[in-house]
């Protein structure tokens, strides 16, 4: 008989999470910790969306998205999960650009990128400086309609070379481009520049270990293989419950970590909201997907020291389209060495390129297969630029595509970073439109990734919070 992954569930919790992201998992802590009952409910076998992992033969792991995050993780994994997870927070100082205008390593911090925009690219300290005070001094409440293009033509125009400088790793980082709002980039470049990139000691699998310890220590009921096909909302218009493998389960609120599209229209239906809020969400735009290659070297095999980080380009200047393209130009190398996994002894290498849906959506079988090799085989000749025997030395060698981001996260279009910047807007908006239906995850370009998932977690634990028990918000 088939195992029942909701055996003995409660008839009842006052939360219920909808799938495990890092928004999702740091919702359902802080909510238990707060003294709620809250259930969480996940599709997959593994916990942690996108912050995830997988393992092969030969021993070997492998990391989809540790690449890296801004030092704010360690505040907010402090003070919203342990100190022991904020401790395996460490730098990664070798931040690497190969491209047809530059070669250069870095901290990636203010003063080193100071350093090399004055010193190596020749741009006047004084421009230097303002630029990244006016990026800090962005926020979220400032006018959005200047670009991400017209920042940079405000302070180096015609210097395509710094603008890739500036750029590349964000378009990286969360699929953003030189039109969205300016201060999507200005709130995710100011955070990376602080102190510089950071990873997780330990790989992806210690940290998600870590959390779901943390969270059944705080009594929140972890479900796997659950995937909710409906949110059910009352004649007033407020949730009362969700179906799950089949089942019904009541709660008094829920936290979705589903897509933002996912949430409104297929989970909650269109039904239950104003028309203006369903055409708006209609016209929220999908962020972009990845490819990704990993490579594993035999055991006993090593590489030399390539840096941590390395962004890879064929091209000239900044160029969206050739970093989309399925002929790929551009590639980000993480390289990852024992010590970023102390106990493991491997050499590990993974290769991540933006990518559209589209291009990978209606390929046949035949030629999904051949696409994806022809994406290996590439990526294993750009590397031997920087890895020369990597042919004589790797094991094991597979290509991710955004099909695969969709079939393990059920995002729309496979999308890696949720939305473009109106979504936040939407997400946040779900709530008075459908009493205690919240939103956390990866949304408005700002709220994606590691740092800015858990910290959407955060903010909407606090609404949540407020909604369940108005005299006494606690969180
Ligand atoms: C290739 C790649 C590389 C990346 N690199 C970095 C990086 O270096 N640094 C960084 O900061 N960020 C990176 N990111 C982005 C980062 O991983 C994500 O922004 C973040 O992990 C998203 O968290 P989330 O909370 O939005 O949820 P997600 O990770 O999107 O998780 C949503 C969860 O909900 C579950 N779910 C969906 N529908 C249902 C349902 N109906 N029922 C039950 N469960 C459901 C899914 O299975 C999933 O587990 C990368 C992303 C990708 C794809």
Known sequence: MAKDFLKDTQDYYDVVVIGSGLAGLTSANILARAGHSVL??????????????????????????????????????RKYWTQEIADSIVQLKGIRFENPQFSLRTTFDRKDFTRLITEQFG??????????????????????????????????????????????????????TLEDPAITYGIVFSNFMSKGVYTFEGGTDKLVN??????????????????????????DRRVTGIVVNGKRIGCGAIVSNANLKQTIFDLAGRENFDNDFAEAADAVRLNT??????????????????????????????????????????RTFSFYYPYTRPGHDRYVIVSSTNARFEDWANLSEEDYAAAKLELSEGTLDCLS???????????????????????????????????????????????????????????????????????????????????????????
């Open 40 to 77: 969480l409910l996940e599709h997959h076998y593994q916990l942690g969306g996108m912050a995830t992992w997988f393992k092969r033969r030969n021993g070997h792991i492998f990391d989809i998205s540790l690449h890296g995050f801004p030092v704010g993780m360690i505040k907010s994994c």
């Open 385 to 475: 630029q920087y890895v020369p025997n990597i042919r004589e030395q790797v094991d094991h060698v597979e290509a991710s595509t955004p099909r695969t981001f969709q079939h393990y996260t059920k995002h729309w279009r496979g999308s890696s970073f949720g939305t473009k910047f109106e979504g936040l807007d939407i997400s946040k908006r779900l709530p008075e439109q459908v009493g205690g239906l919240f939103h956390a995850g990866s949304v408005g370009i700002i709220m994606s990734g590691w740092l800015g998932a858990v910290n959407y977690g955060v903010i909407v634990s606090n609404d949540v919070d407020k909604y369940l028990t108005p005299a006494a918000a606690t969180v």
């Open 289 to 330: 997907s990845s490819c990704q290659v990993y490579i594993a070297l035999k055991p006993g095999e090593e590489f030399e020291n390539c840096g941590d980080l390395l962004f890879h380009s064929e091209h000239r200047g900044f160029d969206i389209d050739a970093m989309l393209s399925r002929d790929v130009s551009s």
């Open 123 to 176: 741009v006047p300290y004084e421009t230097v400086d303002e630029f990244f005070s006016f990026a800090r001094q962005m926020n979220f409440y400032d006018d959005q309609s200047m670009t991400v293009r017209e920042l940079f033509e405000k302070f180096f125009p015609g210097r395509d070379d710094v603008v890739r400088l500036l750029m590349e790793p964000i378009t990286y980082a969360n699929g953003s």
């Open 210 to 235: 870590q959390m779901k310890a943390e969270m059944e220590k705080n009594g929140v009921d972890i479900r796997i293989r659950s995937q909710v096909e409906k949110i059910e909302i009352g004649p």
